[in-house]
């Protein structure tokens, strides 16, 4: 049964304290961690909980000045941001040689999207639906970040978020919960691998938990609050399915949930995710947290913020040092029962162990490896796949894309985003380069060769209101005989504290997208940016508009395979496009409500300005080619609680061209005893087919697939008839239905 949040004494530490006195897990590696914690001072435990912020050098990241005294000192147990397969190798020999126990570090950084080969965002790589492929860029990310010394990630972020305005949304999946899950598990699968003990898997970090992508107002860092129901069914289902996966470290979120911020907060970190849940990794506060539970205003000074933290079973302190040098008297005057601190060393020791540096602390700095495992050619070419799947075609009307190169003589390639490399690379890039970057321009100058000749004029700036470029882009446009848009947002526009009141295109881009089309040339917009983006000009004037977010390394590589055929789009957008900000927060999943819209009645749910629909729906991708859904069936009709159900439906390619297609299961409980969405998506597979094959795609709908949290929170199969959607999106499907009898 679901943890009750918002009844009761949320902060008794009356049965805190006889958590953190439970008896460590029964084993070899517990017995060592047992041994080991022994032989510890206060201090020394301290150090280990205790985690501090690499600086930046003319010869890369090392520890801050006094940061092998520390070490050398027992009081620190891990870096941030510090890499390098020789210095790593360095600081790790202070540690293992020059300290009192030998303790190994743990060298922690954001490896993201990539560590030197840098795949598309996130956000992106959701849009591809395909878990193979994301949990192969999580792979090659492991393997170039533990060749240079790193041990730890902080990701996959798998928060969920329906508000645009949010800059993380870019670094999640987006809007649902069944697809945050299936990216949550397979990120996690990734960057650990099968065996943790092998040196080129690292620990994952599922964060932040839990519903930071719910900030009021889409604000970074700003409260949330909700309801018990929306907090079990949609921000947590990607943190279980993490912690299914094994994932060994979870990262408590900035925000509060029912009043508590979650880094004091004790009912859903010991009693949900490590009581209910089985967690048994590490908890890292994110970056000041323990400290900020200050201005929250739950805590008087840094040794009461400490102490909060440690009894909520936060692990380890990033970057404020509070634990290591405030909760020493705390612990000493009784204020903190020091099992509290015992529990988190157990945790933190167990963690090294898990990685195999108790065994061999260099076995992820080897200089050899780091050279030849970085940037490779395989690890590219998995990234240029990786961005093609990503690339959602919005519209493409008449057939624009893709382009023929055999018909084109002339190609204006217009747009502030045609040759820039960094841009490419969105935020969080780790060691990526700029210089790696294949840029658009450069992309379709390498597949055009000589045949074509392609004229470029970056028109405008991202933002700004400089038009002084418009006469050269003009100029472009009217010699060529199509032109190519490179519009969008900048990457420092989206991710941590990058929040927007606006989705429009910004700056004058639109402007400038108007005037070459009056042009009257053949068009296409390729759009950049970590967020849905309102673009409603675009979408009623411009033939074909594809969103391509921020490809990464092989950016233009991928948009020329895809621009001019070698490959069709397939991707889907994991997150609905509103028509305007004002729609928001707008998601495919929402309830009904007693008076759902309707054109023609007044009072009924929607607006006066604009239609209640979204301008692209959750799910909605194009192709190259067209795909038919029909002969959708369930194999029983009627089925007992239970029992699981099979649904079939058959895709034909009815178009010219080979294509991949994203076949997406829906289902809705038509009436149940708590009101349900419209729809939720419960599978998807993405399929290729060539013209005119038909394939029969099967699904399995287990139990819990059709489980609804009743009234007092207690998951049930309740009996009833369920709708059965499938089809390209969200918004185009055909259905079936069942019916669930009793016993």
């Known amino acids: ?131 193979e492929a994301v949990e192969n860029a999580a792979r090659i990310a492991a393997v170039e970040a533990t060749a240079h010394g790193l041990h730890w990630t902080f990701a996959p972020m798998v928060d969920l978020a329906r508000d645009p305005r949010w800059g993380r949304i870019v670094e999640g999946a987006g809007e649902d919960p069944h697809l945050g899950a299936t990216m949550a598990a397979a990120r996690v699968r990734g960057f ?29 860092y700003n409260t949330v609050d909700m309801s018990e129901r929306t907090l079990h069914e949609t921000y947590l289902p990607p943190f279980r399915a993490a912690v299914e996966a094994g994932v060994q470290s979870i990262m408590p979120a900035f925000n509060e949930v029912a009043g508590v911020p979650m880094h004091a907060h004790r009912p859903l970190i010991e009693d949900l995710l490590r009581g209910e849940w089985g967690f048994d990794g590490v908890l890292v506060s994110d970056y000041n947290a323990i400290q900020e539970l200050m201005p929250h205003g739950v805590a008087a000074t840094r040794a009461d913020a400490g102490i909060l933290g440690l009894e909520a079973g936060v692990d380890v302190d990033m970057v404020s040092g509070i634990y290591l040098e405030d909760v020493a008297a705390a612990v000493r005057d009784g204020r903190l029962d020091e099992a509290f601190v015992d529990a988190s060393v157990r945790r933190v020791l167990r963690a090294k162990h898990r990685l195999g540096l108790f065994d061999d602390p260099y076995r992820y700095s080897d200089p050899a490896r780091e050279k030849a495992v970085t940037l490779t050619e395989e690890h590219r070419g998995a990234a240029r796949d990786l961005a093609r799947k990503s690339f959602v075609l919005l519209k493409n009307e ?71 470029g418009f006469a050269e882009a003009l100029e472009a446009a009217r010699r060529a005989d199509a032109v190519v848009l490179f519009l969008g947002e900048s990457q420092e526009m989206s991710a941590e504290a990058n929040n927007r009141t606006t989705l429009d295109l910004p700056g004058v881009q639109e402007q400038l997208a108007r005037a070459v089309h009056a042009t009257g040339k053949p068009v296409v917009a390729v759009l950049f940016g970590g967020r849905p983006l309102s673009v409603n000009w675009l979408h009623e004037n411009v033939p074909a508009i594809m969103m391509a977010w921020f490809p990464g390394t092989e950016a233009g590589h991928a948009l020329a395979d895809v621009l001019l055929g070698g490959h069709a789009p397939g991707g889907k957008l994991p997150v609905t496009f509103p028509r305007n900000v004002g729609q928001v927060p707008i998601h495919y999943n929402h309830k009904n409500t007693g008076r759902p819209p309707d054109a023609d009645d007044k009072y ?30 369930v194999d029983a009709p009627r089925i007992r609680r239970g029992d699981a159900v099979e649904v079939e439906v058959r895709v034909t390619n009815t178009g ?88």
């Open 398 to 468: 008449d057939d624009a894309l893709p382009l023929s190169a055999g018909a084109l003589r002339t190609l204006a390639v217009v747009g502030p985003l045609a040759d820039d490399r960094r841009e490419m690379l969105g935020n969080w890039v780790a060691a990526g380069r700029p210089e790696d970057v294949v840029t658009p321009l450069a992309g379709l100058r390498e597949a055009l060769g000589s045949d074509v000749r392609i004229l470029h004029a970056r028109g405008a700036d991202i933002d700004g209101d400089d038009t002084s």
């Open 604 to 633: 009924t749910a929607k607006y006066l300005d604009v239609h209640w629909s979204p301008l692209y729906p959750f799910g909605h991708g194009l192709g190259y080619t067209s795909f038919r859904y029909d002969a959708l069936r």
């Open 1 to 131: 049964m679901p943890l009750k949040l918002f009844f009761g004494a949320l902060l008794a530490f009356s049965s805190a304290l006889a958590g953190a006195r439970q008896p460590a897990p029964a084993g070899a590696e517990a017995a060592a961690v047992e041994a080991l914690l022994a032989r510890m001072t206060l201090e020394e435990k301290l150090g280990q909980l205790t985690q501090y912020r690499g600086r930046g050098s003319d010869t890369g990241p090392r520890v801050p000045e006094g940061g092998e005294a520390q070490i050398r000192g027992g009081q620190v147990g891990s870096f941030l941001g510090v890499y390098g397969a020789d210095y790593s190798r360095q600081m790790q020999q202070v540690a293992v040689e020059e300290s009192r126990l030998g303790i190994p570090l743990l060298f922690a950084h954001d490896v993201i999207h990539g560590f030197r080969t840098t795949f598309p965002v996130p956000l992106a790589e959701a849009a591809s639906f395909d878990l």
């Open 192 to 220: 650990q691998g099968a065996d943790l003990a092998a040196a080129d898997t690292m620990l994952a970090t599922a964060k932040h938990f839990v519903a930071y992508g719910a900030a009021e107002g889409g604000r970074d």
């Open 656 to 743: 010219r061209r080979a294509g991949e297609e994203v076949v997406q299961l829906y289902l809705r409980d038509d009436v149940a005893s708590v009101t349900r969405p419209v729809k939720e998506l419960r599978g998807f597979q993405r399929v290729a087919l060539q013209p005119g094959e038909s394939r029969r795609v099967r699904f399995r709908l287990e139990p819990e697939a059709l489980a609804v949290l009743d009234a007092g929170m207690r998951p049930v199969v309740e009996p009833g008839t369920f709708t059965v959607f499938a089809g390209g999106s969200s918004a185009d499907t055909v259905e079936t239905s069942f019916e669930v009898v009793t016993d």
